[in-house]
């Protein structure tokens, strides 16, 4: 199954930031819905898009493979697409919703959005309407949510019932408070990267097991 494809009790897993071919290897033993590839040189978890594109091709046909990008310009995108075969956009810049459809190119994207106490819920699904998931992640310094749980009361408890088929939850999410989070928010999916790493970009495969555990047990808990 794909990272978007909802099914309530049943929450899809993307794993991002991974970068060797053991990783692919791990996720995919793992059973997880989407991998994500990061496309930030800044990034400790960046990848080329030549490497990007031989770690797809080690994936089955069903998962999902999200590149993530900052801002990126359209030679970037043309660059990382004739290399490797993404199948979804993660936009996790200041892109506006016109940069997002124009440099999609007709694949589906995600908008990552920085929640902070003066987040405006509504107004962001309205300007990003056309976006197939919304990506929560913490607002901090920089891109990107760098390990750190944001307040979950901050979302309005009407629009995540309303857009549930495509929130990803995202920041500091690991194996011990997701069960909390899937039982408080009822996401689509979730996104981790360091809550599953033993060091920036180096993913542990018992953590990552772990996490994809804990997400089952949740799920069957949120069923009973």
């Known amino acids: 199954m794909g990272l978007l494809d909802y099914t309530p009790n049943t929450s899809r897993i993307k794993i991002c930031g991974l970068r060797t071919p053991a990783d692919i ?4 033993k793992a059973n997880v819905d989407a991998i ?7 990034s400790p978890r960046a990848i080329k898009p030549e490497d990007a594109g031989a770690l797809i091709g080690q994936l089955p046909k069903g998962i999902d ?8 310009t359209p030679n970037q995108i043309e660059e990382i697409r004739a290399n490797a075969a993404i199948t979804m956009w993660q936009f996790h810049g200041d892109e506006t ?9 007709g694949l589906p994207w995600l908008k990552a959005a920085r929640i902070g106490k003066s987040f405006n819920f509504p107004e962001f699904s309205l300007q990003y309407r056309d976006a197939a998931g919304f990506l929560l992640d913490a607002l901090i310094e ?13 979302i309005p408890t009407a629009w995540a019932n309303e857009n549930a088929h ?6 500091g999410l690991n194996a011990h408070n997701v069960g909390e989070a899937i039982a408080r928010l009822h996401p689509c999916a ?5 809550g599953v790493e033993i060091s920036k970009g180096v993913k542990d495969p018992a953590l990552i097991q772990q996490f994809v555990d804990a997400v089952r047990v949740a799920d069957r808990n949120s069923h009973s």
Not at 36 to 42: A, H, R
Not at 166 to 171: A, C, E, N, P, Q
């Open 65 to 72: 493979a999200v590149g993530l990008v900052v801002n990126p």
């Open 97 to 105: 919703p016109e940069q997002c459809k124009r440099l999609a190119g």
């Open 36 to 42: 994500g590839l990061v496309f930030y040189p800044p």
């Open 190 to 194: 979730l996104d981790i990267s360091s």
């Open 25 to 28: 290897e791990t996720v995919v």
């Open 142 to 154: 920089g891109y990107g949510g760098g390990g750190t749980t944001f307040n979950w009361d901050l």
């Open 166 to 171: 495509r929130v990803v939850l995202s920041g």
